[in-house]
């Protein structure tokens, strides 16, 4: 593996939390990488949102969706999904860069519907990123 590649071990959140001030506390106060979620008619996943959260914490993030300071709101989400629900990511190494990278790739991967970003996050140290799930 060249420098210009790089393999991030990520782990997801034990399970997903519903998208509801309730479930809130279950967001780690820490810096990385969230998803929000919707379910299909089959149980299979479809993320709607991939957020990164680098400055302040993923409860924060959360917290703010859930009031509306930040897109997409709650019920911006809502209008489509009647249930959403949040999950988190950890990388193995925890650098902001790596959070970047990861956040990036998984919008890369999964073309959520809300993110508009045209160019996704990358710390620009990478030609390319694999994430490996534990």
Known sequence: MSAAERRIQVRRSDRCFRLRPGELAQAPRRPGVYEFLAYGRKGEPEVLYVGLALERTLYDHIADHLMGNLRPSVPELRRAHEEVFFDF?????????DLKDIAGELMIRHNPRHNLLQNPPSSGRHRKITLMEL
């Open 89 to 97: 990511l950890e990388a193995a190494d925890g650098s902001a860069d």
